[in-house]
């Protein structure tokens, strides 16, 4: 199996990608002030972007929002707004900052240019491992998985592209084998990356027709996946980095002899939740 670390960068997770190529095309308009909403990961590569090329940054997060995520997105210098219980809670009140204040918005997913710098993982895969048979590919708002799914459905039709969610944030998937739009009421995951309950409907469409497949794991096994990858890798991941190790802890007669890649895509993860979840694994539970 292959990993495909992308946490070894300044923000510490694959959104930096996608964030580049975001303020490059805002600047061009003119922009002078970003607003997203972010479960953290997205508003760090964001500030950090943005305020290199002296662009002002508010970001949105829920009331819930991983505190160490949030820690360094105001460290790098954004405004950080707290609004609701979820992600989608936050989605409300930047589209509403950009309209009432005129900000740049930058939503993600939604916005192509994040798909468009995540696809670049995709050139990467293909071009270090032409004979790659899967990807697993973690999924929240579908950026990455859109992206990458992308690439490797034009430069490698041989291999397929599986996302995977957490089962405690199913939306994405679920609406992905409905072919229509399905929202969830409440979001009950560690994997607070991958987490969503309102898929926008022009990435569902994309998804499906980019993903084979879509499959969803479980909380132990999202913790486990963690705890190979410390122990095996010496790598601290974020769970929603995890999930396709979580995948091929649960299905490993589906990926028995293929070559399989996987994406870590962050390691923000609070030190007390790490040691709770992979260190300590019999300590208790999760925070949530």
Not at 50 to 70: M, Q, S
Not at 184 to 194: F, P, Q, W, Y
Not at 231 to 246: D, K
């Amino acid at each position: 199996m292959t990993l495909k670390i992308e946490t070894l960068n300044p923000v510490r997770s694959f959104k930096g990608r996608g964030a580049e190529t975001v303020v490059a095309a805002a600047r061009e308009k003119g922009a002078s002030r970003m607003v997203c909403a972010s479960a953290g990961n997205l508003g760090q590569a964001l500030t950090y972007s943005g305020t290199r090329r002296g662009l002002d940054v508010t970001v949105v997060a829920a009331c819930t929002a991983n505190p160490l995520k949030l820690r360094r997105i105001t460290d790098l210098g954004a405004q950080v707004r707290l609004e609701g219980e979820d992600i989608e809670d936050a989605r409300l009140l930047a589209r509403e900052i950009a309209e009432t204040e005129g900000a740049y918005l930058v939503e993600d997913s939604l916005d192509l240019a994040t798909c468009e710098g995540a696809a670049t993982i995709g050139l990467e895969l293909v071009r270090d491992d032409p004979a790659l048979d899967v990807v697993l590919v973690a999924v929240g708002g579908g950026a990455m998985a859109s992206g990458v799914g992308y690439v490797v459905r034009s430069l490698a039709g041989h291999a397929q592209v599986i996302g995977v969610q957490p089962a405690g944030a199913p939306a994405m998937s679920l609406s992905w084998r409905r072919g229509t739009v399905v929202e969830t009421d409440r979001i009950e995951t560690i994997a607070d990356g991958a987490a969503g309950r309102c898929p926008i409907p022009e990435v569902l469409d994309d998804l499906l027709v980019v993903l084979d497949d879509m499959t969803l794991v479980g909380e132990d096994s999202i913790k486990a996946g963690m705890r190979a990858l410390h122990e095996h890798a010496g790598l601290v991941v974020e769970p929603s980095a995890a999930l396709g190790i979580a995948a091929v802890l649960e299905q490993p007669e589906r990926f028995a002899g293929r070559r399989v890649t996987t994406i870590l895509c962050g390691s923000n993860v609070e030190p007390a939740d790490f040691a709770q979840w992979v260190l300590e694994p019999s300590a208790g539970t999760s925070r949530r």
